[in-house]
């Protein structure tokens, strides 16, 4: 989806998916949408990085057995929405979706140095993560440093008291400009985008965590992928009685001890 006036890209699902190796002109090697959202069924969350089973039976009463009925749960990553209307199922399965869409790892061999390496593998999600309206989705690193007393001396990305994330946050989105190089949330003066560091299909991204000091030896890094559907500061410009913050899933998690 492209802005109406200022052609800037808005919503590039479908291209994402286009411009990745699930899209081949092999048969036999080309996933679609369809190939993953219409095989998903509950506890399956049939992604790039998990099995996709066919759906055998009948589409209606006396009808003929197929090898693959789709399903049409269609689920994506919204998991909030489905539990309002106390749709448990989809709800879940919209959690299942993320617990199986991307991985974590650390190398911790820089320490010393005060450096650590974070790499996020975009391995289940056949277009970029976050994707849609990737300018509200917050995708995360939280990261945490413990001594062997279970003491705290370095968090990233940990969540405030009102349930905002910190200034230094390492976060995957999309960044609308004003055409100028100033940031806008009103999508309708969105006329450039000032940066785009989302996850593409079946790639990965490393960052470098630059740490005040070394930690000491035995010390425990916690890191998480964290997923929430838009930032509460955003909620509260919406008209009518407040929102609460929206939940938060934990998409990968990587441990690691010095």
């Known amino acids: 989806m492209k802005h109406v006036a200022f052609g800037t890209n808005l919503e590039t699902t479908y291209t994402e998916w286009k411009n990745s190796p699930y899209r081949s002109e092999d048969p036999a090697k080309n996933i679609p949408c369809q190939g993953c959202h219409m095989y998903q069924k509950p506890g399956?969350?049939?992604?790039?990085?998990?099995?996709?089973p066919l759906n055998p039976g009948s589409a209606a009463d006396d009808s003929v057995d197929?090898?693959?009925?789709f399903t049409h749960y269609f689920v994506g990553a919204n998991s909030y929405v489905p539990g309002l209307l106390n749709d448990t199922a989809k709800a879940g399965m919209a959690v299942e979706r993320l617990q199986n869409a991307a991985t974590l790892s650390l190398d911790t061999s820089r320490i010393k140095d005060k450096t650590l390496s974070v790499t996020v593998a975009n391995t289940g999600a056949g277009h970029s993560i976050p994707t849609g309206v990737a300018d509200l989705r917050q995708v995360w690193l939280?990261?945490?440093?413990?001594?062997?007393?279970n003491?705290?001396?370095f968090q990233m990305g940990v969540l405030d008291d009102k349930q905002e994330l910190p200034e230094n946050t390492i976060v995957f989105r999309v960044v609308f400009g004003d055409g100028k190089g100033n940031k806008v949330v009103n999508i309708a003066k969105a006329r450039e985008i000032?940066?785009?560091n989302r996850i593409k299909a079946k790639e990965k991204v490393t960052e470098l965590i630059s740490l005040p000091s070394a930690p000491e030896k035995g010390s425990r890094v916690t890191v998480r992928l964290l997923y929430r559907s838009m930032d509460p500061a955003l909620l509260k410009q919406i008209p009518g009685d407040p929102f609460k913050p929206l939940p938060v899933v934990e998409m990968a998690k990587a441990q690691a001890k010095i």
Not at 44 to 52: E, K, L, N, W
Not at 142 to 149: M, N, V
Request: net charge positive; no cysteine; aromatic share 0%.
């Open 151 to 153: 003491q705290t001396g």
């Open 66 to 69: 197929r090898p693959h009925i």
């Open 44 to 52: 399956i969350p049939a992604t790039g990085s998990t099995d996709r």
């Open 194 to 196: 000032l940066k785009d």
């Open 142 to 149: 939280e990261i945490t440093i413990k001594d062997k007393s």
